[in-house]
Nanobody, 127 residues
Framework: QVQLVESGGGLVQAGGSLRLSCAASGRAIRAYAMGWFRQAPGKEREFVAVCNWNGGRTDYANSVKGRFTISRDNAKNTVYLRMNSLKPEDTAVYYC????????????????????WGQGTQVTVSS
């Protein structure tokens, strides 16, 4: 019942920046924890970033901490991922996801805790 659509991916050089957007429709996301995951070919989907219902509580994978920033604008029903100082190992398909149950003030780290997923957007970082 919630549709998520990612955008903003592309090809960038190492050290560059991108901002991904996740637009939600069908329901408001103001009460949902929102996360970003990524998956490279041949690898499992991995956690990248998460924020709780109002963005006041966030966490990041160690590999991106200090470089990536998750934020949300509930009025626009949109979540963002600002990616700075990109590295070739950041290359992956990036997915936006939403938690539709449980404690909506909390944050979540594993894919099976999320109820809704976007189709993903490709990020490629050249060396």
């Amino acid at each position: 019942q919630v549709q998520l659509v990612e955008s903003g991916g592309g090809l960038v050089q190492a050290g560059g920046s991108l901002r991904l957007s996740c637009a939600a429709s069908g329901r408001a996301i103001r009460a949902y924890a929102m996360g970003w995951f990524r998956q490279a070919p041949g690898k499992e989907r991995e956690f990248v970033a998460v924020c709780n219902w109002n963005g006041g509580r966030t966490d990041y994978a160690n590999s991106v901490k200090g470089r990536f920033t998750i934020s949300r604008d509930n009025a626009k029903n949109t979540v963002y991922l600002r990616m700075n100082s990109l590295k070739p190992e950041d290359t992956a398909v990036y997915y936006c996801a939403a938690v539709g149950s449980g404690d909506w003030t909390s944050i979540y780290y594993t894919p099976n805790e999320y109820d809704y997923w976007g189709q993903g957007t490709q990020v490629t970082v050249s060396s």
